[in-house]
Structures are given as C-alpha cells and as structure tokens.
C-alpha cells in the first residue's frame, strides 16, 4: 500500500541481507530492519516530529538527553566521572552524531591514550552507551564507539600493608591512623566508612556500603583488633556520622591528601592508596580460610571473580610451600 506523501518510504534491499528492510523520510534513512513491519512501525513513530531536528543531533545534544535518563540510575561519583569523559570528547561535541564513525572516537581519544587502561575504558564507556541509546531511538543504525581501540591492560599487583607497617600505624594511635586500621580490619572502602551512620555501628560489626546492589547495606564484620577504633570514634561522635568527632578532614579526598599520605610519610610506609587497605583484608581472609562466598559478601562484589582477580594477594612464600606440599 502505498504511504501517504511525506510520512516516508519503505523499501526491500536485493540479495540475502539479515536487515534489508529500509526506512526513509525525506532522503534520510532512518534504519535497517528484518522485518517490513518493523520499518513502517519506525516511520510510524516520527509522526508529528521534526526528521531534522531529530537526526541531525549534534554529539552534545544526544549527551544531555542520554544523561537524562542515564543520570538517574547513577550515583555521584558515576555522574562526576562521566562528565569528565564528556570534556575529553570536546572536538565532536558540535558534530552530527549520526555521522560519527570509529575514526573519529579513536581521533578523539588518542591523546589520552597514555592514561590508565581503566580511565580509557570509562571514556569508551561513555560513548558506547550514547551509541547504544542513539540506535534505541533510531537515530543511527550503527555501534561504531565499540570498535574503539584502549591501552594495553597491564595489571599492576596492588599493595597492601605489611604486619609490620601495621605495627607502625598500631604505635602511632593517632586519629589518623586509626581510620586506617578501621579500614585494614574491615575492608571497607573509604568513603563506605567515612559515610557509616552511627546507628549502622553495632559493636562487632556495622551495616553499611556502596557502589553496587551487593555491597549496598551488607553486613561487614570488624575484626577484633579494629573494634576498639570503631568504639573509640563511637564515644566522639558529635553527629549522625560514626566519624562525625573525627578531628582531622571529614572528606575522603581531603583525608587522603592531607591526613592519609602524610601520615605514611611520617611513619616511613611507602605510599599506598588507601585502596590497598581492602586489598589487605582480602589477602588476610584467604590465607585465613575464609570460604570465598564469605568473602565476596563482606567486600560486596557480586561476583567473585572480583574478588579473587583482584583483591586477592599470593606471596612468593605461599606459592613455594604450595609447590613443596603437591
């Protein structure tokens, strides 16, 4: 039958395509289909709209309404770190969207290619997701953000924290370090323990966490020679905030700069992030014992291959007596 004129065409490609359906509107083509159905239901749904207004989205355009859908689902520290691969994609912000291909992701992101393998990958996060939510909305047919080449992924061995830099941190008994021994007996991340209500302290364990559903209001038990630093900062606290009577900075990024490495100078430890606290846990609960499953639930991953790659810690020692024990 056919379409009325300006409500667009549709059209059958020759030879065996997966999609050869086509939809077009005003010389645009709007997408491939399977189905013919399929095509006339995506002509159907421009009814009313502006075919350029909407195909002709600049690269900016498409970020503002992704993000405000995205932007929901998401916490602060997501929201921060996708606004910053935003900025890295400055030359394509004025850009057609639909007329981005690979070449210009990768052109875009080159100069940052001496960043971490990590960093790089939030950035082709970004652009895969605006992709992905640009073929939904039939403004492009095409992923070409996956196709991104990253820095090689070299993993580096995280560090943790010796018996005897602990002692160090145990004799100190400053403030400061007691957060960090608070966060050595738990595994807790920083900002977990710098967010902890004062309510979610029960003694031998608090409720708490972050990030995903799984680390979310967990359980995490506190090993006995970090409860006393739990009831210590209990006794101060002079708000709603475990931490609230903290004397030194509240902040988890002013903590780390100005108490936290300043603290591992005094004591001559070598600078470690204060991630390395978690991986410390980690690496003692293995050596421990402590069933996988346990302890995938008090570092909060959902999957344990998390938990094993990369929070766990073998020593020479350890793999040597496994080999004289086969």
């Not at 059958?12 to 077009?24: E, Y």
Request: aromatic share 10%; glycine share 6%.
């Amino acid at each position: 039958m056919k379409r009325a004129n300006g409500t667009g065409t549709v059209y059958k490609l020759s030879g065996r395509r997966r999609r050869p359906w086509v939809a077009a509107k005003n010389k645009v083509i709007i997408g491939y289909y399977e189905r013919k159905t399929d095509a006339t239901e995506a002509l159907e749904k421009l009814s009313g709209r502006d075919l350029s207004e909407r195909y002709n989205m600049t690269f900016a355009e498409v970020f503002e309404v992704w993000k405000a859908e995205h932007y929901q689902e998401i916490g602060e520290k997501g929201i921060e770190g996708y606004n910053r691969a935003f900025a890295v994609f400055t030359p394509l912000h004025e850009k057609k969207f639909r007329d981005l291909r690979t070449a210009d992701f990768q052109l875009a992101l080159d100069p940052h290619m001496q960043k971490s393998h990590s960093t790089v990958s939030k950035y082709k996060q970004l652009i895969t997701q605006m992709s992905q939510w640009a073929i939904r909305e039939e403004i492009c047919t095409t992923n070409f953000a996956k196709f991104v080449r990253l820095p090689e992924n070299v993993k580096k061995e995280k560090d943790i924290f010796t018996d005897q830099e602990i002692a160090k941190l145990e004799a100190d008994n400053s403030e400061t370090a007691k957060i960090v021994l608070m966060l050595i007996y738990t595994g807790m991340r920083i900002g977990e323990l710098f967010s902890l209500p004062l309510a979610d302290y029960h003694g031998a364990y608090v409720i708490g966490g972050e990030k995903t559903e799984a680390g979310r209001n967990r359980i995490i038990p506190i090993r006995l020679e970090g409860r006393g630093y739990f009831a210590y900062f209990a006794q101060q606290a002079t708000g709603p905030l475990l931490l609230s009577g903290y004397t030194g900075q509240r902040r988890p990024e002013n903590y780390r700069k100005r108490d936290y490495y300043p603290l591992l100078k005094k004591l001559g430890i070598p600078q470690k992030n204060p991630h390395c606290t978690r991986h410390t846990y980690a690496s003692w609960a293995r050596k421990q014992g402590m069933a996988p499953e346990t302890l995938q639930k008090i570092l909060g991953h959902a999957d344990y291959s998390t938990t094993a790659n990369i929070y766990v810690h073998t020593d020479a020692d350890e793999l040597i007596q496994a080999v004289e024990n086969c």
